[in-house]
């Protein structure tokens, strides 16, 4: 990552929490060892995570998309539905796999795959909730890469879904 993207106010990703903003950057001591950690704050979540500084490359810590990342991320919603017969659980552990990994465009392939239309079978309590985390992490970022605000980010979305 670079150096750069972590300056206070800037937006970053961490893969297990989507967006945040880095808020600044601390020392703290423990177990007598001092460390720099950088402070980013997930306001809608209230969580504020203390990440060292040596720790980013492994944490997966990164800027956000570039507009071209994000138009291929939407290109993706337009794509038919890959949904294979594969066990719900097994499909279930691959798609939180996919959103865990702050790939937008593997978070955009989770959306798609999931999106039921209202002429569409109803989805499961879990499914519904693997759909609903993906669509925020895709939201988030796609609000903060184009500078709009999530309910527009949402729209575009929504829009992309349905042009498949």
Do not use: C
């Not at 071209?68 to 337009?78: F, G, V």
């Not at 519904?128 to 903060?144: F, G, H, M, S």
Request: aromatic letters at 6%; zero cysteines; glycine letters at 4%.
């Amino acid at each position: 990552m670079k150096e750069t993207a972590l300056q206070e106010g800037n937006f970053v990703v961490y893969p297990a929490h989507g967006v945040g903003r880095v808020v600044g950057f601390e020392k703290q001591i423990i177990s007598d060892i001092e460390l720099r950690v950088v402070v980013i704050s997930f306001e809608k979540e209230r969580l504020t995570l203390r990440l060292p500084l040596h720790r980013i490359a492994s944490s997966g810590l990164r800027s956000l998309s570039s507009r071209e990342q994000m138009k291929e991320a939407m290109k993706t919603l337009k794509l038919p539905s890959r949904t294979r017969r594969a066990m719900w659980s097994r499909r279930a552990q691959e798609y939180e796999a996919k959103i865990n990994s702050g790939d937008p465009l593997s978070i955009a392939q989770v959306v798609r795959d999931l999106h039921r239309s209202s002429t569409q079978a109803e989805q499961s309590y879990s499914e519904r909730q693997i759909y609903q985390v993906a669509l925020d992490r895709l939201i988030k970022e796609y609000a903060a890469v184009e500078d709009i605000d999530e309910q527009r980010a949402l729209e575009r979305v929504e829009e992309a879904i349905s042009a498949a």
